[in-house]
């Protein structure tokens, strides 16, 4: 099984800040302690990647991915009666294209909070999506369960 994120999930990503859904992501650092936070930025950059922008470079998900790449976010929309997740590893980008790219498909309004581009980019390699407690696409070789 591969992950190959359909056209329906990735217009929901791209879409989720607009439609009043955020994404909520999580993180672990290094003391094991979970963080959740929502980034409006979050959105399909492949069919198996996720990106986000952050527009500040001391942002405390930036130094936990240094020490624990593995992430997941949850998606819900519930009039579309739609949800997923997606665990993955991530890791800062600074490449000045992947910026750019990642910066200029972020929601204006987001991208009104940092009009200088002071941030920089997350780029996030999909391990595997679950939907209703079942993992329906996952890379190869990935091992890990829907709960």
């Keep these: 099984?591969?992950?190959?994120?359909?056209?329906?999930?990735?217009t929901a990503i791209n879409n989720a800040l607009a439609d009043a859904c955020p994404i909520m992501w999580t993180s672990t650092g290094?003391?094991?302690?979970?963080?959740?936070a929502f980034f409006g930025t979050t959105q399909a950059y492949?069919?198996?990647e996720l990106a986000i922008w952050m527009r500040t470079t001391n942002r405390g998900f930036l130094a936990r991915i240094?020490?624990?790449?593995?992430?997941?976010?949850?998606?819900?929309?519930?009039?579309?009666?739609?949800?997923?997740?997606?665990?993955?590893?991530?890791?800062r980008v600074d490449d000045?294209?992947?910026?750019?790219?990642?910066?200029d498909a972020a929601p204006e309004v987001e991208q009104k909070t940092d009009p200088e581009r002071l941030g920089t980019a997350v780029i996030v390699e999909?391990?595997?999506v679950i939907q209703r407690g079942?993992?329906?696409?996952?890379?190869?070789?990935?091992t890990g369960s829907a709960d």
Excluded: C, W
């Design 46 to 48: 492949s069919d198996h």
């Design 30 to 36: 290094a003391d094991g302690q979970p963080t959740l």
């Design 126 to 128: 999909i391990s595997r």
């Design 1 to 10: 099984m591969a992950v190959e994120l359909t056209e329906e999930f990735q």
């Design 96 to 103: 000045p294209a992947v910026k750019k790219h990642v910066y």
């Design 66 to 91: 240094e020490d624990n790449p593995k992430v997941a976010m949850m998606y819900r929309n519930g009039p579309a009666r739609l949800a997923f997740q997606i665990h993955g590893e991530a890791r």
């Design 134 to 142: 079942a993992v329906i696409m996952a890379r190869d070789g990935d």
